[in-house]
Antibody
Framework: EVQLVESGGGLVKPGGSLRLSCAAS????????MNWVRQAPGKGLEWVSS????????YYADSVKGRFTISRDNAKNSLYLQMNSLRAEDTAVYYC??????????WGQGTLVTVSS | IQLTQSPSSLSASVGDRVTITCRAS??????LAWYQQKPGKAPKLLIY???TLQSGVPSRFSGSGSGTDFTLTISSLQPEDFATYYC?????????FGGGTKVEIK
């Protein structure tokens, strides 16, 4: 069974940093691209970042470019999102999602990041 | 690429046929997916490649379209279908989502 479990969310002050993790199991993690998608409270979905299976290709939304860094450790079956210079508008539930044939077919349950003083 | 979903919300009754549209600001071939999200839950993939039903998804859901205009249809709305639906384009980066359509009970 495919499982994606996010962790690392919490309360952080504006300008602060946080590192999210996503632990994957039930599939060959190293064979799949992975994504982060976020959802601000009461709002719609926003794609944040993608990383290819071997980390060769990385993409970011303009809203996070230069502040967030996606990475992965295939030996640990883990996906990461390093978030720096956090702003109030980064407050959201962050989901990791597996990508298969250009579709996000499995999603984690999400981790809440709150940026507030 | 911007995705415009319509309507943003709708009220319908059990058994109704429901149609949601998603329009892309430029052509995206068939690289469009539809997701269902219930409150407090992660999105669930319903349809990919514009018209391919994800395994395990009931056949009352269907998708159509290519290029810039796409449709998600629920042929006979069931109680468990009341949720918010999102389209997403996977033709190019950034991988944008539509604004969502909330399907409520009439």
């Amino acid at each position: 069974e495919v499982q994606l479990v996010e962790s690392g969310g919490g309360l952080v002050k504006p300008g602060g940093s946080l590192r999210l993790s996503c632990a994957a199991s039930g599939f060959t993690f190293s064979s799949y691209s992975m994504n982060w998608v976020r959802q601000a409270p009461g709002k719609g979905l926003e794609w944040v970042s993608s990383i290819s299976s071997s980390s060769s290709y990385i993409y970011y939304a303009d809203s996070v470019k230069g502040r967030f860094t996606i990475s992965r450790d295939n030996a640990k079956n883990s996906l990461y999102l390093q978030m720096n210079s956090l702003r109030a508008e980064d407050t959201a539930v962050y989901y990791c999602a597996r990508e298969f044939r250009q579709v996000l077919d499995y999603w984690g349950q999400g981790t809440l990041v709150t940026v507030s003083s | 690429i911007q995705l415009t979903q319509s309507p943003s919300s709708l009220s319908a009754s059990v058994g109704d046929r429901v149609t949601i549209t998603c329009r892309a600001s430029q052509g995206i071939s068939s690289y469009l997916a539809w997701y269902q999200q219930k409150p407090g839950k992660a999105p669930k993939l319903l349809i990919y490649a514009a018209s391919t039903l994800q395994s395990g998804v009931p056949s009352r859901f269907s998708g159509s379209g290519s290029g810039t205009d796409f449709t998600l249809t629920i042929s006979s709305l069931q109680p468990e279908d009341f949720a918010t639906y999102y389209c997403q384009q996977l033709n190019s980066y950034p991988r944008t989502f539509g604004g969502g359509t909330k399907v409520e009970i009439k």
